[in-house]
């Protein structure tokens, strides 16, 4: 029997392998799984295939073909960009088993167009197309969907290893418990809540429920993206802006807004004015290739009646946090599972720090990893749940959550002044973006006092208790980010820290963190950060 939301609700599963999280990574971990004989139920906040930032508009992929000079290339192109702390075994395994699963999918059917040799083009996926095709294939490989099923804590058993998870059906009101073998977090990175285009389901909710199992966080300092967007949007599709001018409202043009540190230059600008775009290098014959390319980046010029090409329009950052940074759970060797038995993570749920460093973007290396790191925690997870074998199904389980599920508690929290609470510190460009250990540790003294207040509180209903945990999980995440970026005495990557604003060879190292209510971080030397470490 298959259980789904859209059919009849079963309350209570067993599985050999639970997904949480219906993204690129999810999928690919859940098909990964079932096609290595797992039993597998996936559950999804939303509704699996259209929701997370990567259904909502196109992706690049990091798709290079096996040729070593152009691998090599590949590989190098990046490293600076990430502060030289990306990992060339894991580099090329992901190159090489992204070349592997894109050309899948192209055998599943996905329509890639053809370059102007009449060669398939495999270097980009438009997200619905993309999420449509793997939820398909995840059903025919016999997965169980639970669609807007947020998972609100794990289960352990009196080994703490992780056996499950509970959660909340949102159309019926009924709580879900799945028992399994083993566990792949691939909720997605944090965004805060900040209308990034596809990000508003990703709150850090797997982030808090690993650790609440006691699993470690990695790069949590490399968390301050921001991407371009019309101020009246939530797109943060960035690649046209290649071809814009940035101006003052009076049109004079910005300088330095267009280079290579262009983004630094418009964050400054930004605390003191309104900074302005117009897309005027574009030539009249790619107008048409790019509308094509991207439809969604102008739907919103469309309904406000502003032609980009010729129209000055105002431009805003909008924090992306661990979407497109790389900092994420911890993973401690190439099975992709973290420091807790049973526990797995992919996508931006897990660190990208081992094939990007300090430093990634929209799609490209985030995409190729998704792809790879759900494909590895599902296999890896198929292939524990089965060593297991019947204990899985006989050994007791109880619920770990802890935030919002104090039943002794008699202070109801005010989730949503406790989220823009939150969004208070971590959203301005002058706190997070340009970082200075005054404005961190004030931060994290308002953080860490938001933190007692959520810790002691309870949620009130299932409605409450959702929205809840995930003002809980984007508290944490802050305060992983800051402590974290306290630590790097240093600029690296995306960590810009104006005490500190060279980058220094003595700390070229990953930083792990952890805790809930008392936060550590501790430096991971290089040696230790490698294919097949356990350390």
């Known amino acids: 029997m298959k259980h789904s939301s859209t059919g009849d609700f079963d309350p209570n599963i067993q599985a050999d392998v639970l997904v949480i999280g219906g993204g690129p990574a999810g999928t690919w971990a859940a098909w990964s799984a079932a096609t290595s004989g797992g039993n597998v139920v996936l559950v ?49 395994r992901v190159l090489d088993r992204t070349y592997t699963n894109v050309n899948l999918l192209a055998d599943w059917g996905y329509p890639f167009p053809t370059d102007d040799e009449g060669k398939p083009y495999r270097r980009s996926l438009q997200g619905p197309e993309y999420m449509r095709l793997m939820r398909k294939q995840v059903k025919r490989a016999g997965v169980t969907i639970l669609d807007h099923s947020p998972a609100l804590q794990l289960l352990v058993d009196s080994e703490g290893t992780v056996a499950g998870a509970t959660g909340v059906h949102r159309q019926s ?57 019309p101020a009246f949007s939530s797109v943060t599709k960035t690649l046209f ?16 807004a267009g280079s290579q540190r ?68 911890r993973i401690i060797d190439n099975t992709c599972a973290t420091s807790v038995a049973g526990l797995y993570a992919a996508g ?16 490209s290396h985030n995409a190729a990893w998704a792809l790879s790191s759900g494909y590895w925690a599902g296999q890896s997870a198929a292939s524990y749940a089965k060593q297991l074998g019947e204990r899985a199904k006989v050994r007791d389980t109880e619920p770990i959550g802890e935030i919002a599920f104090n039943p002794t508690s008699k202070h109801t929290l005010n989730v ?100 809930l209510d008392k936060v550590w971080v501790k430096g991971l030397e290089a040696e230790n950060w490698g294919l097949g470490s356990k350390n």
């Not at 600008?269 to 302005?276: A, R």
């Not at 931006?348 to 799609?363: I, S």
């Not at 003294?445 to 002691?456: A, C, F, G, Q, V």
Request: net charge neutral; proline share 4%.
């Open 348 to 363: 931006d749920a897990a660190t990208r720090e081992l094939v990007c460093g300090g430093f990634t973007g929209g799609g």
């Open 44 to 92: 999804d906040k939303g509704y699996c295939g259209t929701s997370g930032c990567a259904a909502a508009s196109g992706n690049g992929v990091w798709y290079v073909p096996p040729d070593p000079e152009a691998r090599e290339a590949a590989m190098a192109s990046r490293e600076a960009l990430g502060g030289y702390l990306s990992n060339r075994d894991w580099m090329k």
């Open 262 to 329: 262009g983004r630094s230059v418009i964050a400054q600008t930004l605390l003191t004015q309104p900074v302005y775009a117009i897309l005027d290098k574009a030539e009249e014959d790619m107008r048409a290739a790019m509308r094509k390319a991207q439809p969604n980046f102008f739907l919103p010029f469309d309904r406000a009646g502003i032609d980009p090409f010729t129209q000055h329009f105002p431009v805003t950052l909008r924090l992306e946090g661990t979407v497109r940074g790389t900092g994420g759970i």
């Open 416 to 515: 949503e002044e406790a989220i823009r609470a939150t969004q208070a510190e971590v959203f301005p460009y002058d706190r997070n973006y340009f970082r200075t250990e005054k404005g961190l540790t004030e931060s994290l003294h308002n953080l860490d006092d938001l933190w007692k207040e959520i810790r002691t509180s309870l949620a009130v209903n299932d409605r409450n208790l959702i929205r809840a945990r995930e003002a809980a999980a984007m508290v944490a995440t802050a305060r992983w980010m800051y402590n974290s970026a306290l630590a790097r005495k240093e600029t690296r990557g995306m960590h810009k820290h104006l005490d500190y604003p060279q980058q220094d060879t003595n700390q070229q190292r990953s930083l792990v963190s952890g805790g």
């Open 173 to 229: 009101g009924k709580t879900w418990m799945v028992r399994a073998g083993a566990v792949i977090i691939a909720t997605g990175g944090c965004a805060f809540l900040s209308k990034a285009l596809g990000c508003n389901v990703l709150t850090g909710d797997g982030y808090l429920m690993a650790a609440e199992a006691g699993a470690q966080m990695s790069g949590m300092e490399f968390s301050n993206a921001y991407a371009i967007a």
């Open 241 to 256: 802006y290649n071809w814009a001018t940035f101006t003052y409202e009076d049109g004079t043009p910005i300088p330095g």
